[in-house]
């Protein structure tokens, strides 16, 4: 179990009014995945993978043979307000190989996004105040992976946790009895600063088998809530500091070839309770099952399926498909998916989720030697 601690702004002068946490707490969150993953029903801690890249399990893409790029984009038509008509923050990975078998990778994506408002907030001191939330955060991977033998690779870098959420206040006084207050409209501006841990992996790839597995520990970080009142100089906004923690991950994957050109996975990810800005998020798994098939000429169609068993979408089901096409002797590739989602919230019912990927990776020899 993670905890979150920081100390409450409390102002003085006309009122005293706490720092109040958005319902969500950090956002809606997404799973770190590509888009070849996303067309198989999440399933990539198991595969082995030359072109793309997944924090699930940096140690997939031992067998990179040439450097290159890979760029992911995403896109939502959601009923949650956070992803609705939304693109999500890219994800962008490199990678470079070494001698003695050594491939050195680096990531950057987005995990979570807010967008929410509550307004006539009932607060102490005679006070009501309307309040809107918006920010998100972002994760960040570098390490290296080592391929001790043709079927056997490790991997081992750091992986953090940084971003922002800012909350837009307006107050109003229950009391009409002038003055009335000047510093009752403000912005809180809660400044996750990078919170670093580990993340441990392993791959086992042969021709008709693979298997993967790592582990991410807690990350842990310092959380910083400015607030600025839109009447005053920055010089006189109030700061308070204290800690936050993200917690550890574990994933399991498997796959197989049942004849040469199906490929078929599995895959487990699990992560503990999170508690961050008074929300609790609880523990839980992701199951997902996938397929792709090598319809040659450089084409590879892709389905899937996963269930979320806790978390941040309780009961949530996905579909989807997908389409991969390699470009020039696999110098550069295309990948392109769709899932769709629903589940049922406690507060709004029935809800869904239609989400579109789409990757695009180049190698050294199509960027030019």
Known sequence: MTILSFVLISLSGFYSVDYLPPPGGVGSEVLAINTRSLGMGGVSVGLPNSSGFTMLNPAASAWTLEGGVAFTGRYSESDDAAWDNRLGFPMISAFIPLPARIVISGAIEGRSRIDTRLDDVQLEGDWTGDFTWSGGLVETYIGGTLRAN????????????????????????????????INSVYRDDARFRMAWGATVGLMINTDRFGCGFSVSTDRKGTLEIDRDFNVTDSADSIRSSGLYTIPGEVSLGISFRPVDRILVGMDLFRRKTLNILGSRTEEGSIYSVGAEVDAGAGILPRCGYSYMDGLWRDGAQTLSAGLGYTFSQARAGLDLAVGYSNWDDPDDGQESETVFSISLWASEKWLGE
């Open 150 to 181: 043709d079927w056997l690779a490790f991997s081992l870098g750091g992986r953090s946790t940084f971003g922002n959420i800012q909350s837009d206040v307006d107050l109003t006084s229950n009391d009409s009895t002038p003055p009335i207050p």
